[in-house]
C-alpha cells in the first residue's frame, strides 16, 4: 500500500469515534467486500458508463469502489469525470482528496478541500482532513492552524493532536511534537500508534528512557504493527540490549508467523553482534524468495555500502521498482546513486537528480525528512533553486540532530551570514555530542603507569590509504622519535589494501578492522594503552566518529577530515596554527592543539609531486585571462557565485574553468550556466572539465584559481599552489574559513587571503592584471612552498611530536 495512505485512517474521525478507524475514511466500518463481489460490481459500473457516458452518479460510484479498492489514479480520474458531469464536490471530497494524496498531489487536494472546508468551518472531520492534506503539501503554518481548530472543535478527539504532532516534526519542531503526541496519548492511552509516535520523538531529542517507555506501550498496544516493532527493535540494538531484542522478536513472531521483516531484525541483531556472514546469510535467503522486499534490500545496500556500491544500488533499484511509492527507499537510492563512482559517475549522478526532482513531486512532507541526500544531488548538479526547496538551514538542523546526521552539517559550514550562525553551527555540534555520549558509556580510565615508556599516539581514520588525509599525515607516521613515542593507526577501510597501507603497515602498529562494531573497536583500542589518540575522518564515509565517545585513550584529539569542532566533549583538543585558530574562542569546542607555523605540509614522498607545469602561463596561449576551481559544489553558496560572477563581470574577456567530476555531465552544465546568465556573464565564458582523479595537469589550463566562499578549500588550495596557480581566498570567522589562510601564509603568498569580498574580487582584478608576477610563481612556488613550513614536513613532524609530548605530560 502506498506510503502516503498511512494517514488516511485518522483523517475523517468523527468525535469519540475509535481510533482504528478503516484506512479510506467514509465508508470506515463497513464489513470488507468480497473481492469478487467487487469485480463484479466494477464490471456493471463500467458497462454502465459505457452505455451512458453522462450518468454522474454511476462515475461517483465506480470512483468510490475504486478509492476504496487502492487504485488511487483510476479513482481520480473516475473522480473527476463525475464532477466534469455536475456531480457535487462536497459528498465525495474526502475520498477524492485521500486518492489525489496518495498518488503525491497534495496540493491540489488541499485546494479540493478547502473551499469546501471553508463553507463549513464547524465541520470536525474537514478541519481534520484539510490540515493533513496541508502538512503533505508542505504547509505547516496552515496545517497547524487548522489543526487547532480541529482541536477546539472536538477537544476529546485525539486524531488532530496526532496530525499537529506529524505537522510538528516536518518542520523540525520536535519539543512541540513530543507535546502534541503526548496530548494524543493522554486522550487516547490505549492508541498504539500515538504512543510509538511519542516514543520517536522522545528518541530524537535524547530521552532514550521515555522512548523506551513509549516504544513499550506502543508494542504493548499494537503488537502486530510492523513500525512499532522495527522502532523498539532500534533503539535496543543501538542500547546494546540484545537480550531484551531477542524477546521482542519471540514475541513478535506469534503475530507474524512466516513474516520477512522479522527475519530482517534477526539479521540487524547478527550484525550488531558481529555476525556479518550470517546476516548477510539471512538477507541473501529473503531476496532469493522475495527479490522486491523493500527492508531487505535497504538492509542490504547499508550493509555492503561503499564497500560495494554496485550492489548496494541494485538492491535499492530493485526494491524502488518493487515499491515505487516508498519514499524511505526512493531517497535512499537517489544517495547510493549519488555516492557511486563506478562505470559512469556522471550517469549515476544524473538518475540521482532525475529521481530526486520527482522525490520533490511526489513527497513534499517528506522533503525535510530526507532533505540531506536530496540536498546534496542539487548541490552537485547546481540546481540552487531545488536546493533552496528543500527547506532552510535553521528549519533543517533539528531534524538532522533528531537523526544523528553529523555528516549533513558537514556540507552546510558554508551556508552561514553572521557571527550568531557560526555560534549556533558549533552549539549544534556540542548537543550532537551530547546526546552521542546520553548512549554510550565510556569504557573505565586506564590504569596510570608509573614506570618510564614511549608516549603512545594513535591515528583513527578509514583513510590511511592512497588518499588525501594520508598525503597530509604521512610525516607523522613516518617521521618521528622511535625512541620516544610508538605509533598506532586504525583503519575500518572496506576495500582491498593498497600499496600506501602496505607501507604505513610497516612504520606503525596498524590495526585493520572493516565492519567492527564500535563497541568492540573501542574495547580493543584501550587494550593499547593509548595516551593521545587522533581522529582524521569525522563523519566521512567508513570512519567511525563515534568510537571517540567511548573515551578509548586518555586523550582525544581532532584533526584534518573534519574542519570544525566534531562536537564531543571526549575530545580534548583540535589541531590548529596561528592561522586557522578562530579568534573568537566560542568557534572551537576543543582545546587548542597549537602549532607554532602550520597545521598541514605537501611536498613529501606522496600527493602531487611528480605533476609537471606547462611553460606558458594560460594567459600567454590563449589571450585572456581564465580563473577556475576544482572545489566541491557543497561549497559553492549563492554568495560565492555571486562573488565569482563579479570578478568576471571586472575583468572583461575573462573565462572561468570548472574542473570537477560533475562538470561532464549535463545538468551541471546547463544549471551552472544559467547561474552566470542570471548574474549577467555570457554563459559562453564558462568552460568545464568533467574528471576525477588525474585532475591536476588542468590546472595548467588556470591562470590563477578563484577559492569558494565562505568554506573554503583545503587540499584544493594546495594543490593549486603547488602546480604554480596562486589561489585568491576569503578569510572568515570559522575554522571552515580559515585553511587557506594557513595554507597561503605558509606557502610566503599571504596577500592573497583577503578579508572582505570587495577585496577578493579587487585581488583577483589585480593579479589578473599582473601577468609577470604570475610567470614568477608559475615556475617560482614550489621551490618557495619547500622552502616556507607548508613544504617542510619534517619541521611540521618534529613540531607536533613536541605538542604530542607536552599535552600527554600534563
Given at each position: 500500500?502506498?506510503?502516503?495512505?498511512?494517514?488516511?485512517?485518522?483523517?475523517?474521525?468523527?468525535?469519540?469515534?475509535?481510533?482504528?478507524?478503516?484506512?479510506?475514511?467514509?465508508?470506515?466500518?463497513?464489513k470488507?467486500?468480497?473481492?469478487?463481489?467487487?469485480?463484479?460490481?466494477?464490471?456493471?459500473l463500467?458497462?454502465?458508463?459505457?452505455?451512458?457516458?453522462?450518468?454522474?452518479?454511476?462515475?461517483?460510484?465506480?470512483?468510490?469502489?475504486?478509492?476504496?479498492?487502492?487504485?488511487?489514479?483510476?479513482?481520480?480520474e473516475?473522480?473527476?469525470?463525475?464532477?466534469?458531469?455536475?456531480?457535487?464536490?462536497?459528498?465525495?471530497?474526502?475520498?477524492?482528496?485521500?486518492?489525489?494524496?496518495?498518488?503525491?498531489?497534495?496540493?491540489?487536494?488541499?485546494?479540493?478541500?478547502?473551499?469546501?472546508?471553508?463553507?463549513?468551518?464547524?465541520?470536525?472531520?474537514?478541519?481534520?482532513?484539510l490540515?493533513?492534506?496541508?502538512k503533505?503539501?508542505?504547509?505547516?503554518?496552515?496545517?497547524?492552524?487548522?489543526l487547532?481548530?480541529?482541536?477546539?472543535?472536538?477537544?476529546?478527539?485525539?486524531?488532530?493532536?496526532?496530525?499537529?504532532?506529524?505537522?510538528?516534526?516536518?518542520?523540525?519542531?520536535?519539543?512541540?511534537?513530543?507535546?502534541?503526541?503526548?496530548?494524543?496519548?493522554?486522550?487516547?492511552?490505549?492508541?498504539?500508534?500515538?504512543?510509538?509516535?511519542?516514543?520517536?520523538?522522545?528518541?530524537?531529542?535524547?530521552?532514550?528512557?521515555?522512548?523506551?517507555?513509549s516504544?513499550?506501550?506502543?508494542?504493548?498496544?499494537?503488537?502486530?504493527n510492523?513500525?512499532?516493532?522495527?522502532?523498539?527493535?532500534?533503539?535496543?540494538?543501538?542500547?546494546?540490549?540484545?537480550?531484551?531484542?531477542?524477546?521482542?522478536?519471540?514475541?513478535?513472531?506469534?503475530?507474524?508467523?512466516?513474516?520477512?521483516?522479522?527475519?530482517?531484525?534477526?539479521?540487524?541483531?547478527?550484525?550488531?553482534?558481529?555476525?556479518?556472514?550470517?546476516?548477510?546469510?539471512?538477507?541473501?535467503?529473503?531476496?532469493?524468495?522475495?527479490?522486491?522486499?523493500?527492508?531487505?534490500?535497504?538492509?542490504?545496500?547499508?550493509f555492503?555500502?561503499?564497500?560495494?556500491?554496485?550492489?548496494a544500488?541494485?538492491?535499492?533499484?530493485?526494491a524502488?521498482?518493487?515499491?515505487?511509492?516508498?519514499?524511505?527507499?526512493?531517497?535512499?537510492?537517489?544517495?547510493?546513486?549519488?555516492?557511486?563512482?563506478?562505470?559512469?559517475?556522471?550517469?549515476?549522478?544524473?538518475?540521482?537528480?532525475?529521481?530526486?526532482?520527482?522525490?520533490?513531486?511526489r513527497?513534499?512532507?517528506?522533503?525535510?525528512?530526507?532533505?540531506?541526500?536530496?540536498?546534496?544531488?542539487?548541490?552537485?548538479?547546481?540546481?540552487?533553486?531545488?536546493?533552496?526547496?528543500?527547506?532552510?538551514?535553521?528549519?533543517?538542523?533539528?531534524?538532522?540532530?533528531?537523526?544523528?546526521?553529523?555528516?549533513?552539517?558537514?556540507?552546510?559550514?558554508?551556508?552561514?551570514?553572521?557571527?550568531?550562525?557560526?555560534?549556533?553551527?558549533?552549539?549544534?555540534?556540542?548537543?550532537?555530542?551530547?546526546?552521542?555520549?546520553?548512549?554510550?558509556?565510556?569504557?573505565?580510565?586506564?590504569?596510570?603507569?608509573?614506570?618510564?615508556?614511549?608516549?603512545?599516539?594513535?591515528?583513527?581514520?578509514?583513510?590511511?590509504?592512497?588518499?588525501?588525509?594520508?598525503?597530509?599525515?604521512?610525516?607523522?607516521?613516518?617521521?618521528?622519535?622511535?625512541?620516544?613515542?610508538?605509533?598506532?593507526?586504525?583503519?575500518?577501510?572496506?576495500?582491498?589494501?593498497?600499496?600506501?597501507?602496505?607501507?604505513?603497515?610497516?612504520?606503525?602498529?596498524?590495526?585493520?578492522?572493516?565492519?567492527?562494531?564500535?563497541?568492540?573497536?573501542?574495547?580493543?583500542?584501550?587494550?593499547?594503552?593509548?595516551?593521545?589518540?587522533?581522529?582524521?575522518?569525522?563523519s566521512?564515509?567508513?570512519?567511525?566518529?563515534?568510537?571517540?565517545?567511548?573515551?578509548?585513550?586518555?586523550?582525544?584529539?581532532?584533526?584534518?577530515?573534519?574542519?570544525?569542532?566534531?562536537?564531543?566533549?571526549?575530545?580534548?583538543?583540535?589541531?590548529?596554527?596561528?592561522?586557522?585558530?578562530?579568534?573568537?574562542?566560542?568557534?572551537?569546542?576543543?582545546?587548542?592543539?597549537?602549532?607554532?607555523?602550520?597545521?598541514?605540509?605537501?611536498?613529501?614522498?606522496?600527493?602531487?609531486?611528480?605533476?609537471?607545469?606547462?611553460?606558458?602561463?594560460?594567459?600567454?596561449?590563449?589571450?585572456?585571462?581564465?580563473?577556475?576551481?576544482?572545489?566541491?559544489?557543497?561549497?559553492?553558496?549563492?554568495?560565492?557565485?555571486?562573488?565569482?560572477?563579479?570578478?568576471?563581470?571586472?575583468?572583461?574577456?575573462?573565462?572561468?574553468?570548472?574542473?570537477?567530476?560533475?562538470?561532464?555531465?549535463?545538468?551541471?552544465?546547463?544549471?551552472?550556466?544559467a547561474?552566470?546568465?542570471?548574474?549577467?556573464?555570457?554563459?559562453?565564458?564558462?568552460?568545464?572539465?568533467?574528471?576525477?582523479?588525474?585532475?591536476?595537469?588542468?590546472?595548467?589550463k588556470?591562470?590563477?584559481?578563484?577559492?569558494?566562499?565562505?568554506?573554503?578549500?583545503?587540499?584544493?588550495?594546495?594543490?593549486?599552489?603547488?602546480?604554480?596557480?596562486?589561489?585568491?581566498?576569503?578569510?572568515?570567522?570559522?575554522?571552515?574559513?580559515?585553511?587557506?589562510?594557513?595554507?597561503?601564509?605558509?606557502?610566503?603568498?599571504?596577500?592573497?587571503?583577503?578579508?572582505?569580498?570587495?577585496?577578493?574580487?579587487?585581488?583577483?582584478?589585480?593579479?589578473?592584471?599582473?601577468?609577470?608576477?604570475?610567470?614568477?610563481?608559475?615556475?617560482?612556488?614550489?621551490?618557495?612552498?619547500?622552502?616556507?613550513?607548508?613544504?617542510?614536513?619534517t619541521?611540521?613532524?618534529?613540531?607536533?611530536?613536541?605538542?604530542?609530548?607536552?599535552?600527554?605530560?600534563?
Amino acid at each position: 500500500m502506498p506510503a502516503q495512505t498511512k494517514e488516511a485512517k485518522r483523517l475523517m474521525r468523527k468525535p469519540n469515534r475509535s481510533v482504528k478507524a478503516p484506512r479510506t475514511a467514509p465508508t470506515a466500518r463497513a464489513k470488507p467486500a468480497n473481492p469478487a463481489d467487487l469485480a463484479r460490481s466494477e464490471e456493471d459500473l463500467r458497462a454502465r458508463v459505457a452505455s451512458k457516458p453522462d450518468d454522474n452518479a454511476a462515475w461517483q460510484q465506480l470512483a468510490g469502489l475504486l478509492a476504496n479498492s487502492r487504485r488511487p489514479k483510476e479513482a481520480v480520474e473516475a473522480f473527476a469525470k463525475a464532477v466534469a458531469l455536475g456531480a457535487p464536490v462536497a459528498p465525495i471530497c474526502t475520498p477524492y482528496a485521500i486518492a489525489l494524496s496518495t498518488l503525491g498531489r497534495h496540493q491540489e487536494a488541499a485546494e479540493l478541500v478547502a473551499p469546501i472546508q471553508a463553507r463549513k468551518p464547524k465541520d470536525f472531520a474537514l478541519a481534520n482532513l484539510l490540515g493533513v492534506m496541508l502538512k503533505r503539501a508542505g504547509r505547516y503554518d496552515e496545517a497547524s492552524a487548522m489543526l487547532k481548530a480541529a482541536q477546539r472543535l472536538d477537544p476529546k478527539s485525539a486524531s488532530p493532536w496526532q496530525n499537529l504532532g506529524n505537522v510538528e516534526e516536518a518542520r523540525g519542531n520536535l519539543a512541540a511534537a513530543v507535546e502534541a503526541f503526548r496530548e494524543g496519548a493522554r486522550l487516547e492511552p490505549r492508541n498504539g500508534e500515538i504512543w510509538r509516535l511519542l516514543g520517536r520523538m522522545q528518541r530524537a531529542i535524547g530521552d532514550q528512557a521515555g522512548a523506551r517507555a513509549s516504544f513499550e506501550k506502543a508494542f504493548e498496544f499494537q503488537p502486530k504493527n510492523r513500525n512499532t516493532l522495527n522502532d523498539l527493535m532500534g533503539l535496543l540494538i543501538d542500547q546494546g540490549d540484545i537480550a531484551g531484542a531477542v524477546s521482542v522478536v519471540e514475541r513478535a513472531r506469534k503475530f507474524h508467523l512466516g513474516d520477512r521483516g522479522l527475519d530482517v531484525m534477526h539479521a540487524r541483531m547478527l550484525l550488531r553482534l558481529g555476525r556479518r556472514e550470517e546476516s548477510r546469510a539471512v538477507i541473501d535467503g529473503i531476496l532469493a524468495e522475495d527479490p522486491g522486499n523493500a527492508q531487505a534490500n535497504l538492509f542490504l545496500s547499508r550493509f555492503v555500502g561503499d564497500g560495494d556500491r554496485r550492489l548496494a544500488n541494485e538492491a535499492l533499484k530493485r526494491a524502488h521498482e518493487a515499491n515505487p511509492d516508498a519514499a524511505e527507499i526512493q531517497a535512499a537510492y537517489i544517495e547510493s546513486l549519488s555516492r557511486s563512482r563506478y562505470d559512469s559517475e556522471v550517469g549515476h549522478l544524473e538518475e540521482s537528480y532525475r529521481l530526486s526532482l520527482d522525490f520533490m513531486r511526489r513527497h513534499p512532507d517528506k522533503v525535510a525528512r530526507s532533505s540531506r541526500s536530496l540536498r546534496t544531488v542539487f548541490q552537485r548538479v547546481m540546481d540552487l533553486e531545488q536546493l533552496d526547496a528543500t527547506g532552510a538551514i535553521p528549519d533543517l538542523l533539528p531534524l538532522w540532530q533528531a537523526e544523528g546526521r553529523h555528516s549533513s552539517v558537514h556540507y552546510e559550514l558554508g551556508q552561514v551570514h553572521s557571527l550568531e550562525e557560526r555560534i549556533g553551527i558549533v552549539e549544534w555540534h556540542r548537543n550532537w555530542g551530547r546526546n552521542v555520549q546520553r548512549r554510550i558509556k565510556p569504557l573505565p580510565p586506564a590504569p596510570a603507569l608509573h614506570m618510564p615508556r614511549k608516549w603512545r599516539v594513535g591515528f583513527l581514520s578509514s583513510d590511511l590509504r592512497n588518499h588525501p588525509v594520508t598525503y597530509f599525515c604521512m610525516p607523522l607516521l613516518e617521521e618521528y622519535d622511535r625512541d620516544r613515542f610508538e605509533v598506532f593507526c586504525y583503519s575500518f577501510y572496506e576495500g582491498e589494501r593498497d600499496v600506501i597501507q602496505a607501507e604505513i603497515e610497516k612504520s606503525t602498529n596498524f590495526r585493520w578492522w572493516p565492519y567492527r562494531p564500535d563497541d568492540q573497536v573501542a574495547a580493543d583500542i584501550a587494550k593499547d594503552n593509548l595516551d593521545l589518540l587522533f581522529e582524521l575522518g569525522g563523519s566521512t564515509a567508513m570512519n567511525k566518529l563515534e568510537i571517540m565517545a567511548y573515551r578509548p585513550a586518555r586523550l582525544g584529539g581532532s584533526w584534518l577530515g573534519y574542519p570544525h569542532s566534531a562536537g564531543l566533549e571526549t575530545i580534548d583538543y583540535i589541531l590548529v596554527d596561528p592561522y586557522i585558530k578562530p579568534e573568537d574562542p566560542r568557534l572551537l569546542i576543543e582545546k587548542p592543539f597549537e602549532l607554532p607555523e602550520t597545521w598541514v605540509t605537501i611536498g613529501g614522498r606522496l600527493g602531487f609531486y611528480e605533476v609537471p607545469i606547462d611553460l606558458e602561463i594560460p594567459e600567454d596561449r590563449r589571450g585572456y585571462v581564465t580563473f577556475g576551481t576544482a572545489n566541491n559544489p557543497y561549497k559553492y553558496t549563492k554568495l560565492c557565485i555571486d562573488t565569482w560572477a563579479a570578478v568576471l563581470r571586472r575583468v572583461p574577456n575573462s573565462r572561468f574553468l570548472f574542473v570537477r567530476p560533475e562538470a561532464g555531465g549535463p545538468s551541471f552544465l546547463e544549471n551552472t550556466r544559467a547561474a552566470f546568465a542570471a548574474r549577467n556573464v555570457d554563459p559562453d565564458r564558462i568552460e568545464f572539465v568533467g574528471i576525477r582523479g588525474k585532475h591536476l595537469p588542468h590546472y595548467n589550463k588556470m591562470d590563477i584559481s578563484l577559492d569558494t566562499l565562505p568554506h573554503v578549500g583545503g587540499t584544493t588550495t594546495c594543490e593549486s599552489i603547488w602546480m604554480g596557480v596562486p589561489c585568491i581566498s576569503l578569510v572568515g570567522p570559522g575554522f571552515a574559513e580559515r585553511l587557506s589562510y594557513s595554507n597561503l601564509s605558509n606557502a610566503g603568498i599571504g596577500d592573497m587571503a583577503t578579508f572582505s569580498v570587495e577585496d577578493y574580487i579587487e585581488k583577483a582584478a589585480e593579479l589578473a592584471a599582473d601577468a609577470p608576477r604570475r610567470r614568477v610563481l608559475r615556475h617560482g612556488l614550489r621551490d618557495m612552498i619547500r622552502a616556507m613550513p607548508l613544504g617542510q614536513p619534517t619541521r611540521f613532524g618534529k613540531a607536533f611530536y613536541d605538542k604530542a609530548a607536552e599535552v600527554c605530560a600534563l
